[in-house]
T-cell receptor, first 111, second 118 residues
């Protein structure tokens, strides 16, 4: 079946550090891949997406590349800020209504 | 307008109360979703409406009753809830499944309703 595996958190970084949050997936066909961010007390916001292999999604300094050969969609940011502290969810969709979410990774950035 | 709105933001109810959650979008999406999210967990799908018809019910207890009065509105009626139903309830919308184009499958989420059942 389809699944998403996300690295365990929490991840604690100092401001301006480099961020990587790993996400790998198992899916039949050609899924779309997403990263959502959830700030404390809020809903999910789409951070970036990729709909086919080798696509790179980017937004607000975050990037992720859809790697079919390694079935991965790792989230990266070159320099994190305190305001990036949130929970990050990797998700896939195979064209039906159901998203498959990863377990979420909590990021804490210290000033 | 790329926003999904939800009301109320917070709701406290007793186990014998009847209340409703409301969700609205004006993006022309014809699929709408209810999710339940417990603390430190990903959202769990509850219901999906497609073209105002219930398409998916993830074996949700009957004390939760969804309703889609039109293509922009989605309600969740609550009755005789249990304390373990306390959670963040999220609404989302998207183009219908298998839609083509770069927005394929992208779901837009509302801010959620924080429900507490006493």
């Amino acid at each position: 079946g389809n699944s998403v595996t996300q690295m365990e958190g929490p991840v604690t970084l100092s401001e301006e550090a480099f961020l990587t949050i790993n996400c790998t997936y198992t899916a039949t066909g050609y899924p779309s891949l997403f990263w959502y961010v959830q700030y404390p007390g809020e809903g999910l916001q789409l951070l970036l997406k990729a709909t086919k292999a080798d696509d790179k999604g980017s937004n607000k300094g975050f990037e992720a590349t859809y790697r079919k050969e390694t079935t991965s969609f790792h989230l990266e940011k070159g320099s994190v800020q305190v305001s990036d502290s949130a929970v990050y969810f990797c998700a896939l969709s195979t064209g039906t209504y159901k998203y498959i979410f990863g377990t979420g990774t909590r990021l804490k950035v210290l000033a | 307008d790329t926003e999904v709105t939800q009301t109320p933001k917070h709701l406290v109810m007793g186990m014998t109360n009847k209340k409703s959650l409301k969700c609205e979008q004006h993006m022309g999406h014809r699929a709408m979703y209810w999710y339940k999210q417990k603390a430190k967990k990903p959202p769990e799908l509850m219901f999906v409406y497609s073209y105002e018809k219930l398409s998916i019910n993830e074996s949700v207890p009957s004390r939760f009753s969804p309703e889609c009065p039109n293509s922009s509105l989605l309600n969740l009626h609550l009755h005789a809830l249990q304390p373990e139903d306390s959670a963040l309830y999220l609404c989302a919308s998207s183009h219908p499944g298998l839609a083509a184009g770069p927005d394929r499958n992208e779901q837009f989420f509302g801010p959620g309703t924080r429900l507490t059942v006493l």
